[in-house]
């Protein structure tokens, strides 16, 4: 009985609260696939590569031979290419050249992360991808780090690129505005991704420092399905503001100071 009212209470909650929620109902019959954040590459800088996670491996403590499967997606979110490595260490680092002198038009892309295993060693439960991207702006610089954006895009093993489900949706409108202070000296290179089923829009308002001083619109950005929108903000003194019905408009954030050429930082708000 009081399972019954939990799954009861449960299902009403998500009822009332349905325009806030990130996700739409988990499907059933999940076991044995991979459930893959959004990551963004970058064709416009040094270098980038995704470090990926061999799940089964890890969670048994032995090597299990794996292949790494990198779906890309352009900026309208179609899809371009696969990329598979295989292996059987715990992490990967998969350089993403091969992508960079392939398409070297190629300015921005998303992909998705996938881990297939041969059916001995198949895994039966859910493999939720949330490596990590590292970008290089020029040779002499730094890796800089970041983790997977919000994602929620499954994939079952055999399925064509086109028959990835998208469990992201959008909610309610909101107003989020980053704890983090934009200096005059950086340039900020905002890309804001889309896991959702449905083009979205995303509205930048930039605040000045000055106590009081309004925000004004900066740019506004429409994202496709498993696209990918960017805008610059340049010697801005103050705080952004992300108006959007994304389930987390939390854009990746690259940031270059004047001041030192070398310097490339890379996070989320």
Not at 47 to 59: C, G, I, M, P, Q
Not at 179 to 201: G, V
Not at 237 to 255: A, D, E, N, W
Request: charged share 25%; with cysteine; proline share 7%.
């Amino acid at each position: 009985m009081t399972s019954s009212l939990r799954t009861v209470k449960a299902a009403i909650g998500r009822i009332l609260h349905r325009d806030s929620l990130p996700y739409s109902a988990f499907p059933r019959g999940l076991g044995g696939t991979s459930i893959s954040d959004q990551f963004l590459y970058r064709g416009d800088i040094d270098a980038s590569r995704f470090v990926a996670e061999n799940t089964a491996a890890l969670l048994r403590g032995e090597p299990v031979e794996v292949m790494h499967r990198l779906r890309f997606f352009d900026s309208l979110g179609r899809h371009l290419r696969d990329l598979e490595i295989r292996t059987d260490r715990y992490f990967q680092t998969i350089d993403l050249r091969q992508l960079k002198e392939t398409m070297p038009q190629l300015e921005i892309a998303t992909f998705i992360h996938t881990s297939v295993y041969d059916s001995a060693s198949e895994p039966g439960y859910v493999r939720l991808h949330r490596g990590y991207c590292q970008y290089r702006r020029t040779p002499e610089s730094v890796w800089a780090s970041v983790h997977g954006n919000f994602g929620g895009i499954v994939v079952r093993p055999g399925e064509r690129p086109d028959q990835h489900q998208l469990l992201a949706r959008r909610r309610r409108a909101f107003l989020y505005t980053p704890q983090h202070r934009f200096e005059p000296s950086t340039i900020a290179t905002l890309y804001f991704m889309n896991a959702c089923r449905s083009p979205e829009t995303v509205e930048v308002l930039v605040t000045p420092d000055q106590c009081g001083a309004p925000s004004r619109p900066h740019a506004t950005l429409r994202i496709e399905p498993l696209g990918v929108g960017c805008c610059s903000v340049e010697g801005h003194s103050g705080y952004l503001s992300f108006r959007s019905q994304l389930p987390m408009c939390r854009p990746q954030v690259f940031i270059e100071d004047r001041r030192q050429p070398q310097h490339f930082d890379v996070f989320h708000t």
